[in-house]
C-alpha cells in the first residue's frame, strides 16, 4: 500500500540524544486521576494514528503489530524497503515529502518512532548527518540498523578531491571523467574501519555503520549496481528482524535485483554511443551515475544543492558551456533552479530536469512514480541532452 507522505512534519531540531524529566510525587484528587487518565488515553491513541507513513502528520492507518515496523531514512530507503519487504513490512519514511533530505534534522516525534521500530534503513555515506547522535540515544535495544550502502566503493566528494590532488569534474579541467577515477574511489569498509565501536547497532552485511564524513559523495542509489547493493542489504535485515518471512524477502530481492540489471543494460546500451560525454548540473550528485556509465560531471553548486557558487565558478561554468558545446543544463524540481537558469540564460541553452531521487516531485507523486521510473525519465533527459 502507498502511503501517503504529503503533509510536513513539525519544526525539526537537532537531536543528540533522548532525556527523560525526573518524576515527581504529587497528591492529586479522584477527579485529577481521572482526568490524567484519559489525558494518557488520548496520547496513546494519537501516537498510533502518526506512526506510519511518509513524513505525515496523520495517517488513517493504524499500526499493525502483525507487521515489521520499518523506519527509512529519506525516500530512495523507503523505496527500497517497501519493494523488499512487500506485504510483511510497513515502512515509515522520516523525510517529508518534497523536502530536500541533506540538511533536514528528526524530530522528537521521528525519535519517538523509531523507539517503537523494529528495523531502522538509512543510506550511510554520510547522506544522514544526524544518525550517529540518534543512535547512541536511542534505549530501544532491539532496533536492527542496517546502512544501506554497505559494501558500495564510495567516491570522494569534489571537494575532497580537489584537497587530494586528485581533481574532479571542474569547467576549467574540460572533461575530466570520473571513470577514470578508480584510485578516487574508496570501500565503504576500509572508509568506516575505525567507526565501528563508537555506537552498537547491527548492519549488514559486516556489522559496522558508517559516520558522517562530509568527504564521500553519499548518491550512490544512482548506479543500478549500487542500488542493486543496497537493497541485498536490506533484504538481510529484513531477514534478520523477521526470519519467518526470509523466502519472501530473498524472492522480492531477486524480482527487484533482475529489473536492475536490466536497467542497467538500457544505460549502458542507450549512452554508449552518444558522442557528447558532458552533463552540467546543479547539484554535484551524479557521480556514480557518470562513473557507471563514462560520462563526466560537472556541477555548478558542491554537494548539498544548498551551497552557493561564487562569481568566478560561475564564470568558469559559462565559459565550459561555450567552449564543449553543452546543450542542456540540468536541475532538479525539489531544490530548485536559480544557478541553472542563470547559466541557462547566459549561455542560451535549455533547461532540463535530472533528478537525484532524493525524493519525488509532486508530479512523480501524482503519477505514482517510484525508482524505476525515475530513473527511466533521468535516461529520457540524458539522452536529449547528449544526443
Same mark, same amino acid.
Given at each position: ?124 555515506? +554520510?547522506?544522514? $548527518?544526524?544518525?550517529? @547522535? ?8 532491539? %532496533? ?38 578508480? @584510485? ?23 556489522? $559496522?555503520?558508517?559516520?558522517?564524513? +562530509?568527504?564521500? @559523495? ?64 546543479? $547539484? ?94 533521468? %535516461? ?8
Amino acid at each position: 500500500m502507498r502511503m501517503n507522505r504529503k503533509k510536513q512534519c513539525g519544526k525539526h531540531a537537532v537531536i543528540s540524544g533522548i532525556r527523560m524529566p525526573q518524576l515527581r510525587c504529587t497528591r492529586v484528587s479522584e477527579s485529577g486521576i481521572l482526568r490524567r487518565v484519559a489525558l494518557a488515553l488520548c496520547a496513546c491513541l494519537l501516537f498510533t494514528a502518526v506512526f506510519v507513513g511518509c513524513g505525515t502528520e496523520a495517517s488513517d492507518e493504524p499500526v499493525d503489530p502483525n507487521k515489521l515496523q520499518v523506519m527509512a531514512s529519506f525516500y530512495t530507503m523507503y523505496d527500497f524497503a517497501q519493494k523488499i519487504g512487500g506485504e510483511h513490512v510497513q515502512v515509515t519514511c522520516m523525510v517529508p515529502s518534497g523536502t530536500e533530505p541533506h540538511d533536514w534534522e528528526p524530530s522528537t516525534k521521528d525519535i519517538t518512532r523509531m523507539e517503537q521500530a523494529d528495523v531502522f534503513i538509512y543510506n550511510g555515506a +554520510g547522506m544522514e $548527518h544526524w544518525v550517529s @547522535d540518534v543512535l547512541a540515544g536511542l534505549s530501544n535495544k532491539k %532496533l536492527i540498523s542496517v546502512e544501506a550502502s554497505q559494501g558500495v566503493s564510495l567516491l570522494r566528494s569534489a571537494e575532497e578531491e580537489d584537497s587530494h590532488d586528485h581533481g574532479t569534474a571542474h569547467a576549467d579541467e574540460d572533461g575530466h571523467d570520473h571513470a577514470d577515477e578508480e @584510485d578516487a574511489a574508496v570501500s565503504n569498509a576500509a572508509a568506516h574501519e575505525d567507526d565501528a565501536a563508537d555506537h552498537t547497532v547491527v548492519a549488514a552485511p559486516d556489522g $559496522h555503520d558508517a559516520h558522517e564524513h +562530509g568527504e564521500y @559523495d553519499p548518491h550512490v542509489w544512482l548506479d543500478p549496481m549500487n542500488a542493486k547493493q543496497e537493497m541485498q542489504n536490506i533484504c538481510e535485515a529484513f531477514s534478520k528482524a523477521d526470519p519467518e518471512h526470509r523466502t519472501d524477502y530473498q524472492a522480492n530481492y531477486e524480482k527487484w535485483a533482475k529489473q536492475l540489471d536490466e536497467l542497467d543494460e538500457t544505460y549502458q546500451t542507450t549512452l554508449e554511443n552518444l558522442s557528447e560525454r558532458n552533463i552540467v548540473v546543479a $547539484h554535484e550528485a551524479y557521480g556514480y551515475l557518470c562513473r557507471r556509465y563514462n560520462l563526466t560531471q560537472v556541477s555548478i553548486e558542491g554537494m548539498s544543492p544548498d551551497s552557493e557558487p561564487d562569481p568566478g565558478r560561475m564564470a568558469d561554468i559559462i565559459d565550459f558551456v561555450r567552449a564543449n558545446n553543452v546543450r542542456a543544463i540540468f536541475f532538479e524540481e525539489l531544490s530548485g533552479s536559480r544557478t541553472a537558469e542563470t547559466v541557462a540564460a547566459e549561455t542560451g541553452v535549455k533547461l532540463l530536469t535530472l533528478s537525484p531521487l532524493e525524493g519525488l516531485s509532486d508530479r512523480q507523486e501524482e503519477t505514482g512514480g517510484d525508482y524505476f521510473s525515475v530513473m527511466e525519465e533521468n %535516461l529520457q533527459q540524458l539522452t536529449e541532452a547528449l544526443r
